[in-house]
């Protein structure tokens, strides 16, 4: 992989990361975990890991998200930190 | 608690910034990993279990009992999740 | 130098990507942020095992090319294995997503039981229910 690319989308994982922790409104850093999860994906693919990235597209970027937005309408959505 | 936690990831960060520099570099051909057990894997595969995947050749063939144990995982946890979360019926304490 | 550091920074940033998620689990007062963290934390660590699968200079995807099934049926096809990438770490890290999903379910679970008892979700008031009511 082009490590120019490579270095834009760990740049790009540790900003979600970050922003993933730090928002207060707990769906949008459910979503955002979503997005971050994605980008892990691409990062699999150009690593030449295709089964690991289908797997996480679908079971740890669908599912988790799906999960953790179902606990989130169960629960109270403000966060305090 | 912030003070803690900070200095937790201090020293856990650099422990491992420390282990960091004795680790192959990434994408080394003739990293032990790559080198020791795989090249028999990568050979055999196509012969043993006639999967062009090696993947699925490996997590369906070689290691298939691990397999069945993830679907026992998985099991666990839904039902889990379902006694957790039912609808209690009356006179059931708690 | 630049040589060096490109052939490091993929480990620096599954570092700080690690201590990112050790942070949440640790600093953060809210119990879905900390499950966040640990998902972030897990991640961090699978990527750091496929990762090491990775080797560079023409090793393509683990799937065998051509004429698999003519190779198959002579028996003994010559595979150049340096031009495959290690399959072992993609099978270990496949069932180790799967088991992720699982534990943050279940821990989801818990989390809306703690809810429904609560009527919170932030730890410290948590805590202080529990030192007034004793439960």
Redesign the interface.
């Known amino acids: 992989m082009i490590w120019q690319l490579d270095l834009i989308l760990c740049i790009f994982i540790v900003i979600c990361a970050v922003a993933a922790i730090t928002i207060k409104d707990l769906l949008a850093a459910v979503i955002i975990l979503g997005a971050y999860s994605f980008f892990m994906c691409i990062l699999y693919t150009g690593m030449g890991a295709v089964d690991v990235a289908f797997t996480e597209a679908s079971v740890s970027a669908g599912v988790g998200t799906v999960l953790f937005v179902a606990a989130v309408s169960k629960t109270k959505r403000r966060s305090k930190d | 608690m912030k003070v803690i936690a900070i200095a937790i990831i201090l020293l856990t960060g650099g422990l491992l910034i420390y282990g960091v520099e004795d680790m192959p570099g990434w994408g080394d051909p003739d990293s032990p990993a790559s080198s020791h057990v795989s090249p028999k894997y990568i050979k055999e595969a196509l012969g043993k279990t006639a999967t062009p995947n090696m993947v699925t050749a490996v997590l369906g063939d070689y290691r298939g009992y691990d397999t069945m144990g993830e679907t026992a995982v998985i099991f666990t946890a839904g039902i889990g999740c379902i006694l957790m979360l039912r609808k209690k019926r009356k006179g059931e304490g708690d | 130098m630049l040589e060096y550091i490109?052939?490091?920074?993929?480990?620096?940033?599954y570092?700080?990507?690690?201590?990112?998620?050790?942070?949440?689990m640790?600093?953060?007062?809210?119990l879905?942020?900390k499950?966040?963290?640990m998902?972030?934390f897990q991640?961090a660590v699978?990527?750091f095992y496929?990762?090491?699968?990775?080797?560079?200079?023409g090793?393509?995807?683990?799937?065998?090319l051509g004429n698999?099934h003519a190779?198959?049926g002579h028996?003994?096809?010559i595979?150049d294995?340096?031009s495959?990438?290690?399959?072992?770490?993609?099978?270990l890290?496949?069932?180790a997503?799967?088991?992720?999903?699982?534990?943050?379910?279940?821990a989801?679970?818990?989390?809306?039981?703690i809810?429904r008892r609560y009527k919170?979700?932030?730890l410290d008031e948590i805590m202080k229910i529990r030192k007034e009511t004793g439960v």
């Open positions: 490109i052939s490091k920074y993929n480990f620096w940033v570092v700080i990507l690690l201590l990112i998620g050790l942070y949440a640790v600093g953060k007062k809210n879905v942020k499950l966040i963290g998902n972030i991640s699978i990527l496929v990762s090491i699968g990775v080797k560079k200079g090793a393509t995807v683990p799937i065998f698999a190779a198959h028996g003994h096809a595979i294995v340096a495959y990438i290690n399959p072992l770490p993609h099978v890290m496949l069932t997503i799967v088991v992720s999903i699982a534990t943050t379910g279940v989801l679970a818990v989390l809306i039981l809810f919170t979700l932030e």
